[in-house]
């Protein structure tokens, strides 16, 4: 752990299972938490609010990210001024735009300049970034959460994106950017390399931290041994 604890890039856990939050709430290298409708509702959980309550109950000394989940513009602003009532470490994910398309510039600015802390997400372009660093109220503090992982998906290469955005967002000096939807523990090393402030991570890829250095030889070896174990489980013969 001694390579991970000397990162400067933040390592978020991303989740939505209780007992597992508060498992990585517990280790030092983990410096906050995000969730988002999505991670829930494959959790579970039917209560937003009493989820949300509870879990702010027992993490309260590390930032947490709830995200809206309206439509509506007006009603999206509703929802954030709540979700940030919740507490002092809470930041509001606000999404790019709506589902109609139309970007969330206004409500950002309205809710940055109430003194909001924002997590804004879902970000894929550079244009993105340029407009919404428009809007964010430099003396507040944010996340602009730019989605690494879904961009490598498509085969575009997202280490160019991210470090123009570190250089677009050096006019606010509270704001910071995320890597999001990492693919690979790599991504964590990447991320580091480039001065990126946070990465999120999931649990997939945080179960993976014990491979870091791992011997290459003895992976290999390792790699071998499950082939050949499958082979004779599965009783092939020719």
Same mark, same amino acid.
């Given at each position: 752990m001694e390579k991970i604890n000397n990162l400067n890039v933040k390592i978020f856990a991303d989740g939505a299972d209780k007992s597992k939050m508060l498992e990585m709430y517990s280790k030092p290298f983990? @410096? $906050?938490?995000?969730?988002?409708p999505t991670l829930m509702n494959k959790a579970g959980i039917?209560?937003?609010?009493? *989820?949300c309550l509870d879990i702010l109950s027992e993490i309260k000394d590390?930032?947490?990210? *709830? /995200?809206?989940?309206? %439509? %509506? *513009?007006?009603?999206? /602003?509703?929802?954030a001024l709540e =979700?940030?009532?919740? $507490?002092?470490n809470v930041y509001v994910k606000i999404p790019i735009m709506n589902t109609k398309r139309i970007p969330s510039y206004s409500s950002v600015k309205?809710?940055?300049? /109430? @003194?909001?802390?924002?997590?804004?997400?879902?970000?894929?372009?550079?244009n993105q970034v340029e407009e919404i660093s428009k809007v964010l109220n430099p003396k507040v503090p944010s996340y602009v959460s730019i989605f690494a992982g879904r961009i490598a !998906?498509? $085969?575009? %290469?997202? =280490?160019?994106?991210?470090?123009?955005?570190?250089? =677009?967002?050096?006019?606010? &000096?509270?704001?910071?950017? =995320?890597?999001?939807? &990492?693919? /690979?523990?790599?991504?964590? *090393?990447?991320?580091d390399q480039i001065g990126c402030h946070i990465i999120t991570v999931t649990q997939d890829i945080l179960?993976?931290?014990?491979?870091?250095?791992? !011997?290459?030889n003895e992976y290999s070896l390792d790699t071998v041994k499950m082939f050949f174990n499958d082979a004779v489980v599965a009783g092939y013969k020719l």
């Open positions: 983990i @410096k $906050g938490l995000t969730t988002n039917k209560d937003y609010k009493a *989820f590390k930032p947490i990210s *709830f /995200e809206v989940f309206s %439509d %509506d *513009f007006d009603d999206m /602003e509703r929802q =979700i940030a009532s919740w $507490g002092s309205k809710l940055s300049e /109430e @003194k909001v802390k924002l997590n804004i997400t879902a970000l894929m372009t550079l !998906d498509t $085969g575009v %290469d997202p =280490i160019p994106l991210m470090m123009k955005s570190l250089s =677009i967002l050096k006019t606010l &000096p509270l704001t910071e950017l =995320i890597w999001a939807s &990492p693919r /690979e523990l790599l991504n964590i *090393f990447q991320a179960k993976k931290l014990d491979m870091i250095d791992y !011997d290459l």
